[in-house]
């Protein structure tokens, strides 16, 4: 009975009660210190695992004070709490299945009753000493204080709150937030879709809903065929969540190949200066025209000879965002850039030509250096000067979808201090528990990646200027490492 009544948790579930990345969590069990079932654990082996567990401090206890003291904010309202339908839905399955077990504890109390009638019956002595030995066990059990359940009761709060999406065939999973679209959420998680619009118009998202319901939140103008509606199908960009529970057969991208080349009409959010060397140019695409990439790739960017002020420029330039905010493109622009294609590009915008409001035309992805899918190896990201950009994708993107048990981040520069986003990399290695930062100069990165042990045994992604890579890549390879663990970006 008590292995019918301990509840089982998904290892996302687990994770996200827990606040801490599915990879630790694999990590505990492989090394034998947390039982799994089939992809799961048992909410009772988390409290012992975690016996200083303290659940008032987690993120989800936090999202629950928050909706309790500001129930009522518009912002909260849409960003976090499900609609009143979703809310509604996921309550009644909620007691359905209390509804069930009271139905199953009843099936063992007419059992019980029907033992021990039996047993009363019986002439046998060993039968009164059964009979007693039940009669202590019940009493025992109804005495005995009921053991808390953080875990259990927490799980059932996040269950109304947020939805748990299953993706086939890859099993991936994915939680849905208040009432956000499934393409957005998804995204958020890191996960790689066929989207187009984003709106309901193209149909590139349609799903085939496997399990579970899902209802549409905003208009859409795609009209499904028969046979489409028939097998159930349903818009990623315009439907949420509607019960606890979705499986969902969707079309992803697994390689650069499987993401179409796109022409998307950006317009400049900002141009903000990092440092003396480095400026960020932030774009953002239409709603309605997004660009669709895996984190690592890069994109052809134009602008036309009325902005430059004499003929169309064109640069081709990592992406340094992550594809979870599709919409918002972020570029790492160096003055002492030496790639001769984009120094008139480069000028336009150290000029201050290329401002807030001016459209500049992106199209691509292009580009291999992304993330090892189904890798279970440590990640080491080597960025000297601005081959930081792609590698912040990547760190981003990683971290979004659990993707290494540990992650390693060396970034060096030609000169000291040159790393210009030096406090994102400390809050990474500060909030990450598997996550390790160092800032070096150029000269001193060979002699750093000789001594580490654990290089070998590790995927390594490498990104920047051509003379500084290149002769690194040589050696990573001359010192042992696969050619398949290592993964290079040269300017």
Not at 178 to 204: D, F, H, I, M
Not at 357 to 378: K, T
């Amino acid at each position: 009975m008590l292995a019918i009544m301990s509840q089982w948790l998904t290892l996302s579930r687990a994770a996200h009660l827990l606040g801490i990345s599915r990879v630790a969590l694999q990590k505990r069990i492989r090394e034998g210190e947390l039982r799994a079932f089939d992809g799961m654990v048992a909410a009772d082996d988390l409290q012992r695992t975690w016996p200083e567990l303290d659940l008032t401090a987690s993120g989800s206890f936090e999202k629950t004070r928050a909706i309790r003291e500001d129930a009522f904010g518009k912002r909260l309202r849409e960003r976090v709490l499900p609609s009143q339908e979703a809310l509604a839905q996921r309550l009644f399955v909620q007691g359905q299945e209390l509804t069930e077990l009271q139905r199953t504890l009843t099936r063992y109390h007419v059992l019980f009753e029907a033992l021990e009638a039996r047993l009363a019956a019986a002439p046998a002595p060993a039968a009164g000493e059964l009979l007693r030995l039940l009669d202590e066990g019940m009493a025992k059990a109804l005495s005995a204080p009921a053991p808390r359940h953080d875990l259990d009761a927490l799980d059932a709060m996040l269950r109304v709150m947020s939805a748990h999406v299953t993706v086939k065939p890859s099993g991936r999973e994915f939680f849905v937030e208040g009432s956000e679209t499934l393409l957005k959420a998804a995204l958020r998680a890191g996960l790689a879709p066929a989207y187009g619009c984003g709106n309901g118009v193209c149909g590139l998202c349609k799903a085939r809903l496997v399990a579970g319901e899902a209802r549409a939140v905003s208009p859409s103008d795609y009209r499904f065929s028969e046979a489409e509606k028939a097998q159930n199908h349903v818009l990623m960009c315009v439907c949420t969540a509607l019960s606890s529970d979705l499986v969902l057969e969707v079309l992803e991208a697994g390689a650069p190949a499987d993401i179409p080349e796109q022409r998307v009409v950006a317009r400049v959010r900002s141009v903000d200066v990092l440092n003396d060397e480095v400026l960020r140019l932030h774009l953002q695409t239409p709603r309605s025209n997004r660009l669709r990439f895996l984190a690592g790739q890069r994109v052809t960017l134009g602008v036309s000879a009325d902005l430059a002020g004499g003929s169309d420029l064109h640069a081709e330039y990592p992406v340094a965002s992550c594809p979870c905010d599709d919409r918002n493109l972020i570029f790492h622009l160096c003055r002492t850039d030496r790639r001769d294609a984009s120094a008139d590009f480069r000028q336009c915008v150290f000029d201050g030509r290329i401002k807030a409001g001016d459209d500049v035309s992106v199209w691509g992805p292009w580009g291999s250096f992304v993330l090892e899918n189904n890798s279970v190896r440590p990640v080491v990201f080597i960025a000297i000067d601005d081959g930081f950009a792609p590698v912040n994708s990547l760190i981003e993107h990683a971290i979004a979808v659990d993707a290494a048990e540990s992650i390693s981040l060396y970034w060096a520069s030609s000169q000291p201090g040159g790393q210009y986003l030096p406090n994102q990399c400390r809050a990474w290695h500060e909030a990450l528990d598997e996550f390790s930062y160092l800032p070096l100069t150029v000269d001193e990165l060979p002699a750093v990646l000789a001594a580490n042990a654990d290089l070998l045994a590790s995927d390594v992604y490498l990104a920047g200027a051509a003379e500084r890579v290149e002769p690194l890549a040589a050696q990573l390879l001359a010192s042992g490492l696969p050619p398949d663990q290592l993964h290079v970006e040269a300017f």
